[in-house]
T-cell receptor, first 115, second 113 residues
Framework: DADVTQTPRNRITKTGKRIMLECSQT?????MYWYRQDPGLGLRLIYY???????NKGEISDGYSVSRQAQAKFSLSLESAIPNQTALYFC??????????????FGPGTRLTVL | GENVEQHPSTLSVQEGDSAVIKCTYS??????FPWYKQELGKRPQLIID?????GEKKDQRIAVTLNKTAKHFSLHITETQPEDSAVYFC????????????FGRGTQLTVWP
């Protein structure tokens, strides 16, 4: 089945370290998103990309950067991790094709802990 | 941008009762309103959605209603079952930024047997 995958699934790192979270999809979708989930705060958008040459900031992009290496790959980087970036991170995809639904499909999530 | 408010943050019901979760939005141009269910340790998954040209949509035990004038929409779950226990998120697709969803903060629904 076509799916959205994320690596790693769990990561523990130290303050100041650079870390990359990766997202791949086999759905053939053109749009990809990175969200952060914190208890009681819902899903907050970090960055989104509507195609390989398009990158847009979400509501909480400070301290993060992204790279859209191909239509199927979208990576999130923390240049210098800090403890308040400890959270559950989700990648999502959607299809902008004519007549398509607006549904977003989520990956399984990456649990990141910054010590 | 859009602002989505969701209430209540927690909801406990007895099995068989109904559950209602309400959301409001600020952007009158928003045109798509999905509801996602997230079970413990799992990814959010779409359970039902509604577009701005429809007032109500049903799928078995779940339904969503939309009041564009008041800018609010609600999720209704009837005959609740323990497997309905999860976090539910509402969202709105902003009219000014194509494809971008704005999520509410979520409602933890617990259904007691």
């Amino acid at each position: 089945d076509a799916d959205v995958t994320q690596t790693p699934r769990n990561r523990i790192t130290k303050t100041g370290k650079r870390i990359m979270l990766e997202c791949s999809q086999t759905k053939g979708h053109d749009r990809m998103y990175w969200y952060r989930q914190d208890p009681g705060l819902g899903l907050r958008l970090i960055y989104y990309s509507f195609d390989v040459k398009d990158i847009n900031k979400g509501e909480i992009s400070d301290g993060y950067s992204v790279s859209r290496q191909a239509q199927a790959k979208f990576s999130l980087s923390l240049e210098s991790a800090i403890p308040n970036q400890t959270a559950l991170y989700f990648c999502a995809t959607s299809d902008s094709g004519q007549g398509r639904a607006f549904e977003q499909f989520f990956g399984p999530g990456t649990r990141l802990t910054v010590l | 941008g859009e602002n989505v408010e969701q209430h209540p943050s927690t909801l406990s019901v007895q099995e068989g009762d109904s559950a209602v979760i309400k959301c409001t939005y600020s952007d009158s141009a928003s045109n798509y309103f999905p509801w996602y269910k997230q079970e413990l340790g799992k990814r959010p998954q779409l359970i039902i959605d509604i577009r701005s040209n429809v007032g109500e949509k049903k799928d078995q035990r779940i339904a969503v209603t939309l009041n564009k004038t008041a800018k609010h929409f609600s999720l209704h779950i009837t005959e609740t079952q323990p497997e309905d226990s999860a976090v539910y998120f509402c969202a709105a697709r902003g009219g000014s930024t194509l494809g971008r969803l704005y999520f509410g903060r979520g409602t933890q629904l617990t259904v007691w047997p």
